[in-house]
C-alpha cells in the first residue's frame, strides 16, 4: 500500500526511531570492540568476533548516513583479517596498530553523534487508488466502450480531452493507468510533455499508449518513457481490458513482498521500513529455525539475505530454501558488505540470484529490489502464464494447489478448489465464431482476477475449463464467492455482429473443510466430480 498522509507522519515517526536506536548503540558496539582488544592475550575467537562486528558496522553505518564511520569500520575489519592471517609470533606488535585504530573509531563515533542531523532520504509518495484508470483519447465510440467495460470490471475511470487538463489533475492525484494517444488532433505530441511524463514516473503510474500511426521511431520514443503497452489503431477492445487488469496486477506484484534476513535487526528495521515507504511488504525473519515456516507464511516475491551472521551463514539458508521445491524458484538476493567479487559469485553460486552491496542508499535498495521484482514477475508471467487469458496455466495451477495444500495443512486452515467450465461454449464458437469465443474466455479470466483475493489463485486448466485455488476459504465461503462471480458473468453482454448474447457456466467446489485430502490431486478430483454433477444436473449452477 502507498503511505497515505496520516502513515507518513507515522513512517517517518519509524524511520527516526530506528535511527536513534542506531545512534545509541553506536557507543557500546565500539567500546565492545576495544574490550575485545583488552586482554593480555587476544585470542583467536576474540578476533573473530572483532571482524564480526566490524564487517556488521561497515554495511550498517553507511545506511544509517555515517558513511566515514562505515568506511573506517571496514579498514578496521581489513587489518583484522590480516593479523588473524600473521603467525602468532608476529600477531603481537600488529595488534597495537588495530588497538589504536579501534580507539580512533571510538572517538569518531562520538564526534559523529554530536553532528547528527536526522535527515531521512526516502521520498514518500502521494496515496493513488489502485483501480483508476485515465483515459485521454480523441476517439469517442472507443472511449465509450472502453468506459462502460472498464467500469464493469470495477475500476475507476476518468476522462480527459487534452494534456493540459490531465497535467492539472495530477497535481491532486495520480492514476494507476493512463490511457493516451500519443497525438493530438490540434498537433500536441505526448512525448513533448515533460512534466506530465515526469509526474506520472514519479507517482509509478503506469503508461499505455495508443497511436494511429506505428514506426520505429515512435516506438523507440515510448520505451524511452517506459510505457508498458503500445496500441495501434484499430484496436481489439477486450485485449486491451485485459493488458489494463494485468498491469494493475503487475503494480500491486511490482510492489510485492520482500522477506528480510539479516541478523542485524536496527539495519533490517530500517531495510523493512525504506521497502514500506515504497510500498513494499515486508517481514523480518524472526526466528532463524522457523525460516521456512515464516516464509511460507508469508509467501514472498523475494528474499533479502545477508551473508555473514553468527549461528549460519546466508548460503546455508539459502541452501535449506533450495532443499523445497515450492521454494525453489523463489528469488534470494544477497545483501552484504562482501566486497570481493570472487566471493561474491561464490556465494551466487549457492543458489541465489543477485548480489547487492552494503551499505547501500535507501534510493538504490529501493531502485534495486523494485527492479529484480519487476524482473522476476516478468519470468514467471512467461513461464506460467496462458497465452489468451494471462491466467497461469494448468501445470502452474496444479502447483499452486498443491503448496496451498501443504501450507494449509501446515497452519491448519481451510482450502478450498473451485473448478468451472463455461456452458455449451461449442455452441459459441459454432454460432458467433472462433474469434468471440476466445472474447468470452477472456472476460471470465478478467472477472476471475478481479474478483479473487490478492492470496487466490486462478488458472486456466483446460480450453473453457479454469480452476481457482482459494487458501482460508471454507467450501461454503468458496460457493458463495462462485455464485457471485457466475451472476456477474451471466449479466455480461457479447456482441457478435449484429447480435448480442451472454453465457454461463457450471462450478464445483471440493474443499478441506468438508473431507481431509492428503494430495492435491484427490481435491481436484473432487471439484472436478463436483463440476460434472453441476453439468448434470442441468449447467448454470455451482455444486
Ligand atoms: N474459442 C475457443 N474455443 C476453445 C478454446 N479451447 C477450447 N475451445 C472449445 O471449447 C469447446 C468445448 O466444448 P465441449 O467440451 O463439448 O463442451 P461445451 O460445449 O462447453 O458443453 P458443456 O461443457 O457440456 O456445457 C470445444 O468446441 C473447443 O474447441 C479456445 O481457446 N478458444
Known sequence: MIPTDNNKTDLRAAFSLVRQRFEQSLPARASAMQALLQADETTAPALNQLISEAHKLAG?????????????????????????????SEQRYALLSLQSAVQDFLQSVQEALRNSSDASTVALLQPRPENSIWLLLETPALIAELDTQLRAFGHQVLIFNSYDSCLEALSQQAPAVLFTTIALQNGQ??????????????QQS???????????????????????????????????????????????????????VDDDKLLAEHYALVLKAAGIETRILQQVTQLVHEILSFQPDLVLMDIY???????????????????????????????????????????????????????EL?????????RSQQIRLL?????????????????AAALELERATRFDKPLSIVML???????????????????????LATLLRKRIRKTDKAGR????????????????????????????FRQLQFSAGNSAFSCSFSAGVASTSDSSYAHADELIAAADTALYQAKQAGRNRVY
Not at 505530441?189 to 514519479?202: E, G, H, I, V, Y
Not at 484499430?234 to 528480510?260: C, K, Y
Not at 534470494?332 to 547501500?360: C, H, R, W
Not at 472462433?434 to 477472456?442: C, L, P, Q
Request: aromatic share 8%; glycine share 6%; proline share 3%.
Open 309 to 363: 551472521m553468527p549461528d549460519y551463514s546466508g548460503t546455508e539458508l539459502a541452501g535449506v530454501l533450495r532443499q523445497y521445491q515450492s521454494l525453489k524458484r523463489l528469488p534470494i538476493v544477497y545483501l552484504s558488505s562482501e566486497a570481493n567479487k570472487l566471493l561474491q559469485m561464490k556465494a551466487m553460486a549457492q543458489g541465489a540470484d543477485d548480489f547487492l552491496t552494503k551499505p547501500i542508499s535507501d534510493n
Open 461 to 488: 486448466y483446460g480450453g473453457e475449463e479454469f480452476m481457482l485455488v482459494l487458501p482460508d476459504c471454507n467450501s461454503l465461503q468458496a460457493r458463495q464467492l462462485t455464485e457471485n462471480i457466475l451472476q456477474s
Open 206 to 260: 503506469r503508461l499505455m499508449l495508443y497511436s494511429d500511426q506505428d514506426n520505429f521511431d515512435l516506438r523507440v520514443k515510448a520505451a524511452q518513457h517506459s510505457a508498458d503497452a503500445f496500441f495501434v489503431s484499430p484496436v481489439d477492445v477486450p485485449n486491451m481490458i485485459a493488458t489494463i487488469s494485468e498491469l494493475l496486477e503487475q503494480t500491486f506484484g511490482q510492489h510485492g513482498r520482500v522477506f528480510i
Open 366 to 374: 529501493v531502485q534495486a529490489v523494485k527492479a529484480r521484482l519487476r
Open 383 to 399: 513461464i506460467e502464464k496462458d497465452g489468451l487469458t494471462s491466467l497461469i496455466k494448468h501445470s502452474a495451477i496444479k502447483e
Open 421 to 443: 467450465d463455461i456452458d455449451y461454449f461449442k455452441s459459441v464458437n459454432d454460432q458467433y465464431g472462433h474469434a468471440t469465443g476466445d472474447i468470452v474466455i477472456t472476460a
Open 189 to 202: 505530441s505526448l512525448f513533448k510533455q515533460k512534466l506530465l511524463l515526469d509526474r506520472l514516473n514519479q
Open 60 to 88: 550498517a553505518c553507511g545506511t544509517f548516513g555515517f558513511g566515514l564511520l562505515g568506511s573506517q569500520a571496514k579498514m578496521l575489519e581489513q587489518l583484522a583479517r590480516t593479523i588473524q592471517e600473521k603467525p602468532a
